[in-house]
């Protein structure tokens, strides 16, 4: 028998990780002051932006997720060699937005991504970028284990991102996910998961830091709108309007909010401007029916 509300939280958790791309694909890289001139407050998905987006048009966050979500319905076992595969098919569309960790592992990877990642790592001089946290969902949407949820999340995080803050945040968002998947308030889920971390001392107040892509950065602001915004539209509406990474700020926060509110809540109007609608719908039955054991 079809669990109606899993499936719900589980294709809201999708479309909110889109809804959120899109919509913050628009400011991104810009100001707040700049958001405001030519925007006044933005809330309605409607493309343009530094990547020239068709309104409705999503970004890396939600196909490097899509990405990560098939990899793992075609190999729930041992998924790393077939998202890998995926993340190369994808990278060979030549894509608008690619951020420029994941550029330059692409670029390294030959038969080992974890060799390409810390290569990354070293010439760069730094690795603890978001990439990793705009697309880890699909792991706790797929796995009702939470060890499983966690070998898997980490895995795809190291593949790119040979920094541990960014699978350490990776693991917390998949956690709090689990919790809300299980129907938990998304409050005390938040507060449950970030209690002992680095980020607990942070969740109080609006963040003092920019909304960049520096995965501690990025991570403080969604644990805030998710602790601070009383709806879906709400949180990725202040997502979109903080300029900056809107649009991974927006992905990663749409994402959990999207899981609490359910699909059905969230507004037609976002949910239906999504261009790769198909694509979510049949990744969320898939998802849904890996999960309960079908």
Known sequence: MKDDRLYDRIKGGLYGVAVGDALGGTTEFMTPTEIRVKYGYLKEIIGGGVWQLEPGEVTDDTMMTLGVAEGILENPAAPMEPIGRKFMEWYETKPKDIGNIIRHVFEYYKEDWFEAALRTDRDLGRSGGNGSLMRCLPAALAYSNLSEIERVTRMQSDMT?????????CVI??????????????????????????????????????????????????????????????????AANLGGDSDTIGAIAGGLAGIYSGYQAIPSA????????????????RLYRLRVGE
């Open 270 to 285: 976002y949910s239906k401007a999504i261009l790769i609608k198909d694509r979510l719908d049949d990744v969320s039955l």
């Open 161 to 169: 991102h040979y920094d541990e803050r960014c699978s350490e945040a």
């Open 173 to 238: 968002y998949n956690r709090i996910a689990d919790r809300l998947l299980r129907g938990e308030e998304i409050r005390s889920a938040v507060r449950t998961e970030v209690s002992g971390t680095e980020y607990e001392g942070y969740i109080r107040e609006k963040p003092d830091c920019e909304p960049s892509g520096y995965v501690v950065h990025t991570f403080r602001w969604v644990l805030y709108l998710l602790l601070h915004a009383a709806d879906f539209s709400e949180v990725v509406q202040q």
